[in-house]
């Protein structure tokens, strides 16, 4: 019977339900190969020639596809499909040749299905054909071009900025549009201006508010009253005043629905919604399309299959009326350029099942599952019906206009169902509702109002904007989003703040290093051209090698200019190119570069490992430092905070963060007291008396009751905590430190010691999520001495970083714990014991054939 290989196992599970015994269903885990991490992967000076490497993950993932074909000779390539699908398959094929386990009477056929139903199963297995060599030229370009960038472009950062971690090509063009939005928003200055409302009342005694549009018989633009003192001469001129109705305009209008989901606009919407990020919902969605509720979820296409159209048309007339169902099917036309890649948008597969009818989901699959339902039933909808009204109040004099606006919704269409969200919401007086205005009626004032207003700078990129300006500049690809947004941060060039992207020191610097260094590769115009290409590539009008050369001919010779440049030389560049940012005018006009500390010396940028900074020409005599991003006053850098018994006590950046110190280094003090600031405190906040209490520190609460050891209270490594002797007792806060009192103190300490010594203890787990629906055993989220982690019986498995404790799911857990033992080691599961361990001796001499087949692989 043929064997079939598709990604993951929970698709292959699905899979073989739908195709029954007459087929082997295997999973590869992924890709089977990838480049080497190492210098010669890829060889521009060999025509490009790609050195792949089998994972050591992925080896006995590969033995079992080879060991199912020796007994059943016929490959079925089921992956996803797009191009990293269509790559993945390409690379079993190559790698299963090398090991001999196809041979020449052995078919080979690629079969693609957009969503893992029975009949979409069932027709892909009727029209097989083979792997698509423009696709996988198309991945091999990608990933030959990231790796040049990555392997060539990494080590000078590394080299002339110390602190850089690597760059990449997609990752520092997205880099570069949050920094460049922080800049915007650090040079943008507020201007001041006022708007005048006037509650108004009919004389039917319903009230409304109207806005002052014009004054003096001149139309008012937008900064036209610029102060209160302006203000408050146009609310006595509205006061002074009678006020009628001049003319009451009703007009009709509409509203028609969003188009169904894409890739970029489900990550958006579920930011928007629920604060998804790109990564979470796209290892969500995944879940729900192995599961066969929902079509491919990685597709730039927004058109919909004409059965699932007659679906959606039949359900919504089913559950709210005809009325709601348009005259004919609403037709979205695909953005894609690239016909091969535009597969169909992301639609549950069965229309008539809301998420309420789904069975057991997760609360974030069950959410997601539940947006995409109501949005494409809702893209099949009437448009909504409105009625927008504009009210022009007066005076008899035409001195005083205002203007009232409001709609009335008279048919909600799409609305029952769904309505889009927004990036940065703005009040809009057109969805006010209004009363019934006759024209010509007066109008009594009940208050008029002045209020003060500020220009707004551009708002920080959520990752649902961010990726909606990637994908309006064409730069990466639907796939390759969730990877990007996830880089930057991994890489700590971003932090995420109240799910705003904010670029830290180390990013701003690199983005400024590559703007003026290699700025045609942050190029935005130069990346969406090269993403056109690749294209053109998948859709076989370009040779991906002449690509490739074009690019290396041209990125080379920048590499090699650049590599000759002195550290000196790339931070007098820079810090030239920063001057605005970093040296503002002072409001006394003296030197900007003057430093405010020592008043001698001068500033200038400098680099570390934890990212750049400005400090003072006459270190180390001035350690004023300031972050890039700082004011004047240094906002948290090196300063000094007052005097305690003749020393000095000043705040300090160092390698692992800002700290306080009392005194300075000296022959006879090497090593002068000092505290780090705990987590939580800000250096903007310091001041002398918080100095001198992290300086106080340990802080002795008393003798122990019992054996009269000192119980001492103190703030290390891993927090705040509560000492006797040898043992350590966690304080839930920093504030406990100086506030705990000797009988809380001997009880945290007894019931540490009643836990048992540290690793043999047994801890409660943060959230407990049942058994391993395979394996058994409780699975369980801990926390750890290096942050939260998922425990399996002997498999303890670190949560990724951007995956919240609370929010595991049972899923996901069994995916972490599968995944941790597989690779073996200490966190690999105890192995079942052989049926006859006195027969292994007599294998040993089989076991010199090992090396052979690893080399095979």
Same mark, same amino acid.
């Given at each position: ?47 490009f020639e790609m050195h792949w490497q089998v994972g050591a993950d992925s080896r006995k993932h590969v033995k079992a596809i080879a060991d199912a074909l020796a007994e059943d000779n016929e490959l079925i390539l089921a992956t996803d499909p797009d191009r ?590 000092? &505290?780090? =600031? !705990? %987590?939580?405190?800000? $250096?903007?906040?310091?001041? +002398?008396?918080? /100095?001198?209490? #992290? ?101 303890? &498995?670190? =949560? !990724? %970083?951007?995956?919240? $404790?609370?929010?595991?799911? +049972?899923?996901? /857990?069994?995916? #972490? ?41």
């Amino acid at each position: 019977m043929p064997v079939v290989v598709v990604e993951s196992p929970a698709k292959a599970k699905t899979i073989n339900k739908y195709l029954g015994d007459g087929y082997t269903v295997l999973a590869s885990y992924g890709h089977v190969r990838d480049l080497p991490p190492k210098d010669g992967s890829v060889e521009p000076d060999n025509d490009f020639e790609m050195h792949w490497q089998v994972g050591a993950d992925s080896r006995k993932h590969v033995k079992a596809i080879a060991d199912a074909l020796a007994e059943d000779n016929e490959l079925i390539l089921a992956t996803d499909p797009d191009r990293e699908g269509e790559a993945i398959s390409w690379h079993l094929e190559e790698t299963l040749r090398k090991r001999k386990a196809i041979k020449k009477d052995t078919p080979v056929s690629r079969v693609v299905f957009n969503a893992i139903t029975k009949a979409a199963v069932t027709e892909a297995m009727k029209n097989p054909r083979q792997v698509d060599t423009p696709l996988v030229d198309a991945y091999l370009a990608r990933r030959a071009l990231d790796y040049l960038v990555g392997f060539n472009l990494s080590p000078v950062l590394w080299r002339k900025l110390p602190g850089a971690r690597s760059a990449g090509r997609v990752q520092s063009v997205c880099l570069r549009l949050i920094v460049e939005r922080e800049m915007e928003i650090e040079a943008f200055t507020a201007r001041e201006y006022w708007s005048v409302a006037a509650t108004l009342a009919t004389p039917r005694g319903q009230t409304f508010e109207a806005r002052l549009v014009s004054l003096g018989g001149k139309k008012l633009d937008r900064f036209d009253i610029p102060n209160q003192t302006e203000a408050e001469l146009a609310v006595q001129a509205i006061e002074s005043r009678d006020l009628s109705v001049v003319s009451v305009e009703a007009k009709p209008g509409s509203r028609n629905p969003s188009a169904p989901f894409m890739t970029s606009t489900l990550q958006q919407e579920a930011s928007r919604k629920f604060g998804f990020g790109a990564r979470q919902t796209m290892s969500t969605a995944q879940r729900l399309y192995e599961a066969g509720y929902i079509t491919y979820m990685r597709t730039d296409g927004i058109d919909m299959a004409p059965e699932a159209v007659t679906a959606a048309r039949e359900e919504i007339a089913a559950r709210y009326g005809k009325d709601y169902v348009p005259a004919e099917p609403v037709i979205y036309k695909n953005k894609a350029k690239n016909a091969q890649e535009a597969h169909e948008c992301i639609r549950p597969t069965d229309m008539s099942l809301d998420a309420g009818k789904l069975g057991r989901l997760e609360a974030d699959q069950r959410k997601l599952y539940d947006l995409i339902w109501k949005r494409t039933l809702a893209c099949q909808m009437a448009a909504a019906r409105l009625e927008r009204t504009a009210v022009e109040i007066a005076s008899p004099d035409g001195q005083v206009g205002l203007r009232a606006t409001g709609q009335v919704v008279l048919f909600d269409g799409f609305l029952r169902v769904y309505e889009e969200g927004r990036d940065d919401v703005v009040v809009d007086d057109d969805d006010k509702r209004l009363p019934q205005i006759a024209e010509g009626e007066p109008t009594d004032k009940r208050a008029v109002t002045p209020e003060q207003h500020f220009t707004q700078p551009p708002p920080r990129y959520t990752e649902a904007s961010l990726v909606k300006r990637m994908e309006e500049l064409g730069i990466g690809r639907p796939s390759t989003y969730a990877s990007i947004v996830t880089t930057i941060q991994d890489r700590e060039y971003v932090r995420k703040d109240k799910n705003r992207l904010v670029p830290e020191d180390k990013g701003r610097i690199v983005t400024i290093f590559l703007l003026n260094f290699f700025r045609q590769y942050v190029g935005y115009e130069f990346t969406a051209n090269l993403e056109e290409e690749l294209d053109e590539i998948s859709a076989g009008d370009l040779n991906y090698k002449d690509v490739l050369a074009r690019f290396w001919r041209d990125f080379s010779a920048a590499i090699a200019e650049t590599s000759e440049l002195r550290i000196s030389e790339v931070l007098d560049k820079l810090d030239a190119a920063l001057a605005p940012q970093l040296y503002p005018e002072r409001e006394d006009g003296s030197d900007p570069r003057a430093c405010p500390l020592c008043g001698t010396g001068s500033l200038h940028l400098k680099t570390s490992r934890t990212g750049g900074f400005v400090g003072c020409s006459n270190y180390p005599e001035c350690r004023y430092t300031r972050p890039i991003g700082g004011g004047e006053d240094g906002n948290g850098g090196d300063r000094v905070l007052g005097e305690d018994g003749g020393d000095e006590i000043s705040l300090r950046s160092g390698r692992f963060g800002p700290y306080v110190q009392r005194g300075e280094a000296t022959e006879d003090n090497k090593k002068p007291p000092r &505290a780090s =600031l !705990p %987590k939580g405190w800000s $250096p903007d906040d310091m001041d +002398l008396e918080k /100095a001198l209490q #992290l300086l106080s520190l340990p802080r002795k609460i008393g003798p122990h009751p019992e054996d009269g050891e000192p119980v001492e209270a103190g703030i290390g490594r891993y927090g705040p905590f509560v000492k006797h002797g040898k043992t350590y007792a966690n304080l839930p806060s920093v504030d406990e430190v100086w506030e705990i009192g000797m009988n809380r103190a001997v009880e945290l300490i007894a019931q540490k010691r009643a836990k048992g010594p540290g690793r043999g203890s047994t801890a409660k787990p943060l959230k407990e999520l049942g058994e391993h629906p395979e394996k058994g055993g409780a699975l369980n989220v801990m926390d750890g001495r290096y942050g939260p982690y998922v425990k399996w019986e002997k498999v303890n &498995a670190t =949560l !990724p %970083k951007e995956m919240e $404790p609370e929010s595991v799911t +049972l899923a996901q /857990a069994v995916e #972490l714990v599968d995944a941790k033992a597989a690779k073996g080691g200490k966190g690999k599961a105890k192995p079942k014991a052989k049926a006859k361990p006195k027969a292994a001796p007599k294998a040993k001499p089989k076991a010199k054939a090992a090396p052979k087949a690893k080399g095979e692989s």
